[in-house]
């Protein structure tokens, strides 16, 4: 029996189809706040990042335009348990910059296969989160990510996310909405 040959044609299109609706589904299990089925659709080994982004001269704009993960301060640096943790911290209802709770958009878009290496695929997107709490705070998150999925058989997991944000300076009260 063949493999499939997911580098072009349609069996391409077809695997960009599905881990796209995948992650619109998981866009939407963020939206309507359920966290918990959110959280099965993280892989144990699952990893997430958002370094912070730098003003740097042109020269230095491909080397130096973040900090680096694992060892300089990063927004989010952390492993699933970590994710975890925050859930439950959410979940209790006793959390200030979530009382009273946000309403949050997930809009992912230009979503590209970068390397197929099954049963893992890394892709590439852009990204905006729109957040809007209480009567006139409103956030927007905008910016780019690289995400490593993995299929199962219970389905598409995320192995790694990396969010590379537009901004340098976030001018929101908080960061309690997952990215």
Known sequence: MNERDYT???????????????????????DERRYEEWLDLL???????????????????????????????CWFDEPKSTVELRVLQLATGVHWAEEPVSRVSHLVTNLRIEEVTMPEVKLSSR????????????????????????????????????????QTVLLAKNLSVFL
Do not use: C
């Open 8 to 30: 072009k044609g349609p069996d391409r299109w077809f695997l960009l189809q599905e881990i796209s609706d995948f992650l619109f589904h998981e866009a939407n299990l963020l």
């Open 43 to 73: 892989a144990d080994d699952y990893h997430y990042s958002v370094p912070l982004r730098m003003n740097v001269e042109f020269a230095d704009a491909d080397t130096r335009g973040e900090t680096k993960v694992g060892s300089e301060v």
């Open 127 to 166: 990204f905006l989160v729109y957040r809007n709490r209480v009567a006139d705070e409103t956030d927007f998150y905008v910016g780019r990510r690289t995400d490593v999925v993995r299929r199962t058989d219970d389905g598409w997991q995320i192995v790694k996310r990396h969010l590379l944000l537009d």
